[in-house]
């Protein structure tokens, strides 16, 4: 089953390719990424040889390479690449518009080609091959913020508050349009925050473990009690491999873990965890259009498909803070910029 996964260098990403390769015997996986800032093959260092996995330095929005790459033989897609950084799409919106909305786009366009050619693909046996043939990777910002109550079930409506937010809705829509329209075998997924190893450090956790590492200030916007809905990567990476083998086509499916926590009581824990003093804490001025709460409903999917997450907040917290303890190089290569050089290193001669 040879599955092409987008933006596979990324924490995500990179955390699913290990993933599958390790479940799945009969998976062969593509990973195509353009290797922004965000993509870092270190994350995948020492597969670079293993034989069901080939790296294809390249965008989502090229069609020509999209072509070339489903040429050569696609059974199913897992699209995960995209420009995930709400701070950086309040700054400069342009990029998360071309590769979350057009990027996407152009993978549509060729999947919807390709499995016309081959409608048998998307098709299988629920279990033994892939029951979809495009999961369009999401996220629960789609649907705006909630109050102190509520959760986001399938059925919420959207409402992003952020360009990031924004173009990834947008992208949900266009890959459900091509399920309605062209009938390409597509879902959706919406996972609430993830947390775990691999995560590039501007996001809240490995910002907040590594500058308390360093004896850094940790900078908590407005007054820390936004609400994030925590799940562990493994628990999304296993409710996404639930999806392509058991999903039913044209459906949605939320993801999340149970795991709401304000923005301070994370940080509180990490800097007990890592026994460092709170006064390394500093408020600063809060995200324009932060929102204050998020919190999934899973029921669809454990009903469904039976997944549950297995990682509590508590334990996930700990291990991951321990992870980044234990590989401290991998992080500081990215604070100095030396994981940039990694590419060229091992895919310079090849
Ligand atoms: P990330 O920023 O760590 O990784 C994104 C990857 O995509 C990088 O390797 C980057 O090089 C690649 N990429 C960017 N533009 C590309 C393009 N045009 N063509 C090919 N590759 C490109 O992101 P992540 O946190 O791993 O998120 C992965 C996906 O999951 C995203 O679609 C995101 O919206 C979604 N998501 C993330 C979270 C979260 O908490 N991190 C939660 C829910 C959903
Ligand atoms: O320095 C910080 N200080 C701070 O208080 C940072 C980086 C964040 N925060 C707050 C903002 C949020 O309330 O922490 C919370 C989490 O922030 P991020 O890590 O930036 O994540 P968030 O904005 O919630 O979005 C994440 O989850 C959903 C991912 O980045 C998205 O890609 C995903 O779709």
Redesign the pocket.
């Known amino acids: 089953m040879k599955l092409l996964v987008t933006g596979g260098a990324g924490f995500i990403g990179s955390n699913f390719i290990r993933y599958i390769l390790n479940a799945r015997p009969e998976v062969a996986v593509i990973n195509v990424d353009k290797l922004t800032y965000a993509g870092n093959l270190e994350n995948l260092a020492g597969l670079e040889d293993h034989p069901r996995y080939t790296f294809i330095h390249g965008d989502i929005g090229d069609r020509r390479l999209m072509d070339e790459i489903f040429s050569r033989g696609v059974d199913a897609v897992i699209n995960f690449a995209a420009e995930?950084?709400?701070?950086r799409s309040i700054m400069d919106a342009s990029p998360f518009i071309e590769t979350n909305i057009r990027g996407t786009q152009v993978l549509l366009d060729v999947a919807t080609e390709w499995w016309r050619e081959r409608p048998a693909a998307g098709q299988g046996q629920p279990g033994t091959a892939p029951a979809v043939a495009f999961i369009q990777v999401s996220?629960?910002?789609v649907y705006g913020s909630l109050g102190p109550e509520g959760r986001f079930t399938e059925e919420s409506p959207l409402d992003p508050s952020s360009p990031?937010s924004a173009s990834?809705a947008a992208a949900d829509l266009l890959a459900l349009a091509y399920h309605r329209t062209h009938g390409l075998p597509v879902a959706v997924t919406r996972c609430s925050?993830n947390y775990g190893p691999y995560q590039f450090p501007?996001?809240?956790i490995p910002?907040m473990i590594t500058n308390a590492l360093e004896d850094r200030p940790l900078?908590?916007?407005g007054d820390?009690l936004?609400v994030?809905d925590w799940l562990h990567v493994e628990d999304h990476c296993r409710a996404l491999e639930l999806v392509l083998y058991r999903g039913r086509p044209g459906e949605i499916y939320n993801i999340g873990g149970h795991g709401e926590r304000t923005?301070l009581a994370v940080v509180r824990t990490i800097l007990h965890l890592l026994d460092k003093p709170a006064g390394l804490i500093r408020f600063v001025k809060d995200?324009p259009g932060?929102d204050r709460r998020y919190a999934i409903d899973p029921s669809k999917i454990t009903r469904e498909l039976g997944w549950q997450p297995r990682h509590t907040f508590e334990r996930g917290l700990a291990a991951t803070v321990e992870w980044y303890v234990k590989n401290r190089p991998w992080w500081e290569r990215i604070k100095s910029g030396a994981y940039r050089e990694y590419y060229e290193r091992m895919y310079g001669g090849r």
Request: charged residues 35%; neutral net charge.
């Open positions: 995930s950084h709400v701070d996220t629960d910002e990031y990834k925050n501007e996001k809240l910002l900078p908590v916007y820390g936004n994030r923005n995200r932060h």
